[in-house]
């Protein structure tokens, strides 16, 4: 999902990318049951998407800048340790910027000396064409990433960032009819941090109007009410914060009038308290007081690993519990120029859409009625949908044997936007989709 994400492989199961934090265990008071009052009753006249389910939705980063695009952070997030410069990035793909009105110049070149660009999502013409491709192949919309860690008073530059990425995508969204919402990611959090996002979710819904049914008739509702997702509870990975303190939030968020709906993003093994969970069933409790629970599922399986009855059994138990489920796929995986290991390029392959496609039937056959897809653009990890160059058409990345992995030379760049859009139809009812990916 993302950088400062916790990814457990079935390989690599040690490796971590948030902070290094002290594991505490706080258990939810008793005196605090599941919220069951109907809540804030809201106009819904002029919404489009009323609700998350039926829905195929994928993660959006908006996280890379540009040298030159006036964000003021330089080749952010397409860096390595050190600088962007050949051998030095932490991206594996390289996007498709054939389509992109505006692009940078970056430091690499290609194999004929010609050089590459980049876009930036900082410009509200490559978020419009983002969203474009979303309606054109059919995909319902994107939960909007925002990290704590980059939205905090104290990083001006990166809240200035984020606020205006997110506008971009609200613009978008309106013009281009696509769902979308508000994802908060917990990685790398103090208790302090965690306590902060009820503040910048209250200046979100003043600065862009966000429950305006005229300004933002695209924003997802579910239950009722406006839906926003607090993701990385839960994980045994040491955080410096608890699940108390995420109980402690989504109380502010909802209020006693239960004002919004909440999507919880949880370890993949969040029903066992297993593997990558910590041992404690106030997870459970908390669970039980949302509105609908995600699994976080990168890097916990590859095609030989992958075991849909999880799914099923995660989703009896949020039938008895009435808490909706929306499982997580994604199409691969790949941090080779992360981690400047080679070994690690392709970690989990994409097997030519394989892989997604055994996610997305296997999801639908076992009652799912929703997907998060993960993710848009995260070229860094390799899970990006979006339109990324192919293996034979990327720059090279230096001369010590690192390279960009680019998607299977058989396929066209924009073939994950397309299969995402097959499974989309699917979720929506329509007929002639079974278990064999379709073809094109």
């Not at 419009?128 to 104290?154: A, C, N, P």
């Not at 297993?274 to 609908?292: M, N, Q, V, W």
């Not at 970690?347 to 997305?360: E, V």
Request: net charge positive; charged share 25%.
């Amino acid at each position: 999902m993302k950088k400062f994400k916790i990814l457990f492989f079935i390989l690599f199961a040690t490796a971590s990318l948030a902070c290094s934090k002290k594991n505490v265990t706080s258990e939810i008071k008793p005196d605090k049951p599941p919220v069951t009052v109907p809540g804030k009753v809201y106009d819904m006249t002029g919404l489009l998407y009323k609700s998350y389910t039926g829905l195929v939705m994928a993660g959006y980063q908006g996280w890379f800048a540009a040298e030159g695009d006036g964000s003021q952070r330089g080749w952010y997030h397409y860096q390595g340790n050190g600088g962007f410069f050949p051998g030095n990035t932490n991206v594996d793909f390289w996007p498709d910027i054939t389509e992109y009105t505006k692009t940078y110049k970056s430091p690499f070149k290609f194999a004929n000396g010609s050089d590459a660009y980049l876009y930036s999502p900082y410009d509200e013409e490559s978020v419009d064409l983002h969203f474009k491709w979303m309606k054109d192949y059919g995909i319902d919309g994107v939960h909007m990433q925002r990290f704590v860690g980059e939205i905090k008073s104290s990083n001006a530059s990166g809240k200035r960032h984020f606020n205006k990425v997110l506008a971009n995508a609200l613009k978008a969204a309106k013009k281009y009819g696509r769902a979308i919402s508000v994802m908060y990611d917990l990685s790398g959090c103090s208790s302090a941090d965690v306590a902060y996002l009820e503040q910048d979710w209250n200046e979100l819904q003043a600065t862009f109007k966000l429950f305006d049914n005229k300004e933002n008739p695209t924003y997802l509702y579910h239950n009722g009410r406006p839906m926003v997702t607090i993701w990385g509870v839960g994980f045994n990975d040491n955080r410096n914060y608890t699940i108390e303190d995420v109980n402690k939030l989504i109380d502010k968020l909802k209020g006693a009038d239960n004002k919004v709906s909440v999507m919880l993003g949880v370890p993949y093994y969040w029903r066992t308290l297993g593997d990558d969970t910590e041992k404690s069933a106030s997870l459970h409790t908390l669970i039980k007081k949302c509105d609908i629970v995600m699994p976080w599922a990168v890097g916990r399986f590859d095609s030989k690993g992958y075991n849909e009855k999880i799914i099923y059994d995660d989703i009896q138990w949020c039938k008895t519990n009435k808490v909706d489920y929306v499982p997580l796929v994604f199409p691969g995986f790949t941090w080779g120029n992360m981690h400047k290991d080679p070994s690690i390029y392709y970690a989990i392959p994409r097997l030519k859409g394989d892989f997604l496609w055994q996610q997305i039937a296997g999801a639908k056959s076992v009652g799912a009625k929703s997907l998060y897809v993960a993710m848009f653009d995260e070229i860094d990890e390799g899970t990006a949908i979006f339109k990324t160059a192919r293996a034979a058409d990327v720059p090279v990345n230096g001369t010590a044997g690192l390279k960009f992995v680019g998607i299977e030379n058989e396929l066209t760049s924009d073939y994950y936007l397309w299969l995402t859009g097959q499974g989309t139809k699917w979720f929506h009812g329509e007929p002639g989709y079974t278990r064999v990916k379709p073809s094109r």
